[in-house]
């Protein structure tokens, strides 16, 4: 063989094997992955997905490709976003949380769905039934609204002097609502006072620690949201300045500063949905993959924190945490 023909057979198997490649990384299933809050709030969810998926036989950028879109509270570009995965046949939409939940629903009836949500998926009609979905959705059920009521009352145990407490709700949030409504309930047992401050902004957030500061409130007690958990460092830093001990609904905020949190274990939901849509990948429908319910809650106390507000924890509490931080 000629040298010249030679280089031509070798240039054209290097063409053959770069579209080769090209065309099986195009070939590979997208997973449109939609959550609210930020990239760098949500490392640990993100893990915990992949997790998931790869206990299912799916890794990504080997045999799935996963696209992440986090909406940082602009729930405004939901309807393009949706219209967009729906037009480009993505193989599954994970959607862990209320509101691109329901955004997915509205968007197609076909391309199957895995949610995370903190309300009732029957009631809100995601799902026919909790052990037969029957449509395009399935997933997780997670106790936000239920657990209210305990972190309230755990806060009341830290820190018993406190009773002017607010409440920090981003009221975006679907499920603002009825997480108000659980505190409000469970508040006059515990004989404490409650002020509903909103706080969907940054600006709105500083705004609130205004009145804080002018009221003069015993303690803070922060709504589960994935805007107000992607805020972490502002809210620790705002609560450090002005001596503010705060219950907050996940332990990231904990570890960036936060007193306490109590709440469902988020990561072991993001876990959950990767192997739901893990199994859908394979071949499972939705239809028949009954709707999870959370069973996994932690508890975590920084008592670097305490030591700073002069606040003495129980040891019963340091017992029944989960983790405390020193």
């Known amino acids: 063989m000629r040298r010249r023909d030679f280089l031509t057979l070798v240039g054209g198997t290097a063409i053959v094997w770069s579209l080769t490649a090209r065309a099986q990384q195009t070939a590979l299933p997208v997973v449109g992955f939609v959550r609210d809050g930020s ?3 949500s490392v ?3 893990t915990a997905f992949r997790k998931g998926l790869s206990e299912t036989g799916y890794f990504e950028g080997q045999n799935v490709r996963v696209e ?3 909406l940082e509270g602009q729930y405004d570009r939901l309807p393009a976003l949706m219209a967009d995965l729906v037009r480009r046949g993505v193989a599954v939409i994970a959607a862990p949380g209320l509101v691109p939940a329901r955004a997915a629903k509205a968007a197609t009836a076909t391309i199957p769905i895995v949610f995370g949500v903190g309300e009732d998926p029957v009631r809100i009609g995601l799902v ?3 052990a037969r979905p029957g449509g395009n959705a399935t997933g997780i059920n997670i106790f936000v609204q239920e657990v209210s009521a305990k972190r309230l009352r755990l806060l009341h145990e830290l820190v018993p ?3 002017r407490i607010a409440v920090l709700v981003n009221p975006r949030n679907a499920f603002a609502e009825s997480v108000v409504s659980e505190v409000q309930k469970a508040a006059p047992t515990l004989g404490l006072q409650i002020e509903i401050l909103n706080a969907s902004t940054i600006g709105e957030i500083d705004a609130a620690f205004a009145i804080f500061a002018r009221e003069r409130f015993d303690a803070l007690f922060v709504a589960a949201a994935a805007f107000l958990v992607s805020r972490r460092v502002q809210l620790a830093t705002l609560t450090a300045r002005d001596r503010i001990p705060a219950a907050h609904g996940a332990r990231e905020l904990v570890e960036a500063g936060g007193l306490m949190s109590y709440g469902t274990d988020l990561a072991d939901m993001f876990h959950q949905v990767g ?3 893990g199994n859908i990948l ?3 429908k939705p239809a028949e993959l009954p709707v999870l319910q959370s069973t996994k809650f932690e508890f ?3 008592l670097q924190t305490a030591r700073a507000l002069g606040i003495e924890v129980p040891p019963g509490l340091i017992s029944f945490a989960d983790e405390v931080i020193e």
């Open 161 to 163: 002097k406190a009773v």
């Open 44 to 46: 640990r969810f993100a």
């Open 275 to 277: 192997v739901y849509t």
């Open 128 to 130: 026919a039934s909790l």
């Open 68 to 70: 992440y879109h986090w």
């Open 282 to 284: 394979k071949g499972a």
């Open 39 to 41: 990239a760098d709030a």
């Open 300 to 302: 975590v106390i920084n």
